[in-house]
């Protein structure tokens, strides 16, 4: 008989987590149409969306959802850390900041307050409004995260991949460049080619565009180009790229007759995080 | 090789034959503003007048992402390993594209052959059609705007009929069953000599080739040079992904999440992305962006040529088309020769701009 390579080792204990989310991910997750399959590899000991059991004090591997915006976050982390071997984050608000993230200093941050609960009050008769509250930030701002899984939400095959190379204790494998070669893989014709096109027939034609400029450009790959492949440009939700040239994609917007300021601000929506930290580097990133 | 000549019209009994040989029949059709390679399901929807496509059909040969194997870690058995089957007739390849398919045959068919290529390559019927340069076209510099083998038959376009060359026995008897054709008379040769002296005309002056692989090895530690040229890389990766002579793979193994069974598969991989020099303990051998680009351009200037002679390019233009920040052969050669040969100032230089 061939030796089985499954001896009976226990399970991996696995922990669900939210943080400052929508929720979207884990529903993305709920929705996996394998996941009773994936299910039979772990043991799922807490998810608040799918189980009533109260978290327990220890786990092997935490699947973190949500940015962190409170000091509560923080000091959670900090104690998860503690217990999991192994960290994973799903989703844009965990890996970026995401779209919590636009909330990106102390002044937008007062700002934000005073315009949502103007009383000062989260609700009637409810606890004041936590001086605890931070600007948010990804989790691994906080604590070292072993496995980042993006997206906008996450593509829950891309979950099952990874959770299953962490599993077998396999590195981490982040895709590193910028989205555009995949849309020649599926020879989508470029934005900024169609878009061009469009602007000078609508200049032509004396009406406005309002074409989104493509984020593609920096933003981290293994989406299969999904949202082109839909007629849509690239928002940015998978995070800039770590090869990503900034200042030469916004070089290249701004050739292409587009505007950077649109590009940046488009950028923003999940990418705010990232640009604070890199705010002042504006000159030619060669690495 | 035997000549014949056709009707335009007698294309569509081409067709007819090839759909009934063939499982398969692909060639240029239009997507947008754009064309690519794709299926066939009426002689209407080719388009053998077109410029070039996004991907080149080497993409038959060489998928972005292929299987390469099943495997079962409970038993360790691997199954599902048989290269892809069936027959495909591939319509419309232009001299560029077929010249960039036989130096893919040297390395995926030559000391060692790589069987899922060359089931695919081999179940394939190739016809080349002929074309006019478009603004960034290189092939003439390339040597690559003349093909003489590699394909099954190639039509050439005499306005209102093809000379037909017919260079294997299955493209003789396709010819002989499905098409009416004729013997090329005095005036069809004549006819046929006339596009060939148009078609060389109408290239734009080429950049100048003189010493390139030399040069290249010379100028190979000009860090200013390659700075210049390559810190405005986006790493992307687009220009490999275009490149009908670009064959850099990387091999993944997929788990499946049940966590027993999974797949080891191939995906197209380029020298721009910084992991692609990287070894272990994370040590990167070509760490900047202009490093990367300095090496694509070595590999398929001097790396290629001095193991085969040839340059790893056939001057295509789709890196020149996909590429953002103008970065291509010909910006790179012109770059390179400028300082020696002031006079090369003028050559038209493809600046790209994202158009594919
Ligand atoms: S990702 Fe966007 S910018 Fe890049 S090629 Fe695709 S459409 Fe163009
Ligand atoms: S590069 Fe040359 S061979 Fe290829 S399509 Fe252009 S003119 Fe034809
Ligand atoms: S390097 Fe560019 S021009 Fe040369 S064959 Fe590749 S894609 Fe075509
Ligand atoms: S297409 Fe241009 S920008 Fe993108 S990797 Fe190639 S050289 Fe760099």
């Given at each position: 008989?061939?030796p089985h390579?499954f001896?009976?080792?226990?399970k991996?204990?696995?922990a669900v ?5 929508d929720f979207?991910c884990?529903?993305a ?8 399959e ?11 969306l ?10 092997d591997?935490a699947?973190i959802?949500?940015?962190v915006?409170?000091?509560?976050h ?9 217990v999991a071997?192994?960290?994973?984050t799903?989703g ?13 200093s ?5 700002q934000?307050?005073?315009?949502v609960?103007p009383?000062?009050?989260e609700?009637a008769g ?5 001086d605890?509250r ?13 496995y980042?899984?993006p997206?906008?939400p996450i ?5 099952s ?12 494998r982040t895709?590193r460049e ?5 849309c020649k893989?599926?020879?989508a ?10 602007v000078?027939?609508a200049?032509?034609q004396?009406?406005a ?7 593609g450009l920096v933003?981290?790959?293994g989406?299969g180009a999904?949202?082109?492949g839909k007629?849509?440009?690239?928002t ?6 770590i ?6 994609a916004?070089?290249f917007?701004?050739?292409a007759?587009?505007?950077?300021e649109e590009?940046?601000?488009?950028l923003r929506v ?7 930290q ?8 060669s690495? | 090789?035997?000549?014949k000549?056709?009707s335009?019209g007698a294309?569509?009994d ?6 009934e040989t063939?499982d398969e029949v692909?060639?240029p059709?239009?997507?947008?503003p754009a064309f ?5 399901s009426?002689?209407?929807e ?6 070039s496509?996004i991907?080149p059909p080497?993409?038959?040969f060489l998928?972005a ?5 099943r495997f079962?870690r409970?038993t360790?058995?691997?199954y ?5 089957q ?8 232009h001299?560029c594209?077929?010249?960039a398919?036989?130096m893919?045959?040297?390395?995926f068919m030559?000391d060692y ?6 089931t695919a390559?081999?179940s394939?019927?190739?016809i080349g ?9 290189l092939c003439?510099?390339?040597?690559a705007d ?11 376009d005499l306005?209102?009929?093809y000379?037909?060359s017919?260079?294997?026995v299955p493209a003789?008897?396709?010819m002989?069953?499905?098409v009416?054709?004729?013997e090329?008379s ?5 006819d046929?000599?006339e ?9 734009a002056?080429?950049p100048k080739?003189?010493?390139?692989p030399?040069l290249y090895?010379?100028k190979?530690?000009?860090e200013e040079l ?5 810190d405005?890389?986006l790493?992307c990766?687009?220009?490999?992904s275009v490149?009908?002579?670009?064959y ?6 997929k ?6 069974t999974g797949m080891?598969?191939?995906?197209w ?6 992991e692609?020099?990287?070894v272990?303990?994370?040590h990167n ?5 202009a ?7 070595f590999?398929k200037f001097v ?5 085969t002679?040839?340059?790893?390019c056939?001057?295509c233009s789709?890196?020149g088309k996909?590429?953002k920040?103008?970065?291509n052969p010909g910006?790179v ?6 300082e020696y040969?002031?006079?090369?100032a003028?050559?038209?230089?493809f600046?790209g701009g994202?158009?594919s």
């Amino acid at each position: 008989m061939t030796p089985h390579l499954f001896a009976a080792a226990p399970k991996p204990r696995v922990a669900v987590l939210s943080l400052a989310s929508d929720f979207g991910c884990q529903v993305a997750l709920s929705n996996f149409p394998q996941l009773l399959e994936s299910l039979e590899t772990i043991e799922l000991v807490y998810w608040q969306l799918v189980l009533s059991a109260d978290l327990p004090d220890d786990f092997d591997i935490a699947i973190i959802e949500g940015a962190v915006t409170t000091t509560e976050h923080e000091q959670f982390l900090l104690k998860v850390r503690g217990v999991a071997k192994t960290i994973i984050t799903i989703g844009a608000c965990a890996g970026t900041g995401g779209v919590p993230g636009m909330i990106d200093s102390q002044e937008s941050l007062k700002q934000a307050q005073q315009e949502v609960y103007p009383s000062g009050q989260e609700g009637a008769g409810a606890t004041p409004v936590a001086d605890a509250r931070l600007v948010p930030r990804p989790v691994s701002a906080v604590i070292d995260v072993d496995y980042t899984i993006p997206g906008c939400p996450i593509d829950s095959g891309e979950f099952s991949n990874i959770l299953q190379g962490a599993l077998l204790g396999v590195n981490e494998r982040t895709e590193r460049e910028p989205l555009c070669a995949y849309c020649k893989i599926i020879e989508a014709p470029c934005f900024y080619l169609m878009q061009g096109i469009a602007v000078t027939s609508a200049k032509a034609q004396g009406a406005a565009t309002t074409a989104t400029p493509c984020l593609g450009l920096v933003t981290q790959t293994g989406c299969g180009a999904l949202c082109i492949g839909k007629g849509r440009p690239c928002t940015g939700c998978r995070g800039v790229a770590i090869d990503a040239n900034l200042p030469a994609a916004r070089e290249f917007v701004r050739k292409a007759g587009r505007s950077v300021e649109e590009f940046d601000a488009a950028l923003r929506v999940y990418n705010s995080y990232y640009l604070e930290q890199r705010s002042g580097d504006e000159h030619h990133d060669s690495a | 090789m035997i000549y014949k000549i056709i009707s335009k019209g007698a294309l569509a009994d081409l067709f007819a034959g090839l759909q009934e040989t063939y499982d398969e029949v692909v060639g240029p059709q239009e997507r947008g503003p754009a064309f690519v390679f794709d299926k066939l399901s009426s002689v209407d929807e080719v388009r053998l007048n077109y410029p070039s496509t996004i991907l080149p059909p080497t993409k038959y040969f060489l998928p972005a992402d292929e299987r390469l194997f099943r495997f079962d870690r409970s038993t360790g058995d691997v199954y599902d390993s048989e290269p892809a089957q069936g027959t495909r007739a591939i319509l419309g390849m232009h001299p560029c594209d077929i010249n960039a398919v036989l130096m893919m045959d040297e390395i995926f068919m030559g000391d060692y052959v790589d069987p899922y290529y060359e089931t695919a390559r081999k179940s394939s019927f190739i016809i080349g059609v002929s074309c006019m340069p478009e603004p960034g076209h290189l092939c003439a510099a390339f040597g690559a705007d003349e093909i003489h083998r590699g394909f099954d038959l190639f039509l050439t376009d005499l306005g209102d009929r093809y000379f037909v060359s017919c260079r294997s026995v299955p493209a003789s008897e396709l010819m002989d069953s499905y098409v009416r054709s004729c013997e090329p008379s005095a005036e069809d040769i004549n006819d046929f000599q006339e596009r060939t002296k148009r078609f060389k005309e109408a290239f734009a002056p080429m950049p100048k080739m003189d010493q390139l692989p030399l040069l290249y090895g010379a100028k190979y530690f000009d860090e200013e040079l390659w700075e210049r040229i390559g810190d405005d890389c986006l790493s992307c990766g687009a220009c490999a992904s275009v490149c009908p002579c670009c064959y850099c793979f990387d091999v993944r193994d997929k788990v499946d999440p049940g966590g027993k069974t999974g797949m080891r598969h191939r995906i197209w991989d380029s020298c721009l992305k910084s992991e692609h020099a990287e070894v272990a303990h994370g040590h990167n051998f070509r760490p900047t962006r202009a490093s990367r680009v300095r090496y694509r351009f070595f590999h398929k200037f001097v790396g290629n040529f001095s193991r085969t002679g040839k340059m790893l390019c056939v001057g295509c233009s789709r890196c020149g088309k996909a590429c953002k920040v103008g970065i291509n052969p010909g910006s790179v050669i012109e770059a390179l020769q400028k300082e020696y040969l002031p006079d090369t100032a003028g050559v038209e230089v493809f600046k790209g701009g994202g158009a594919s």
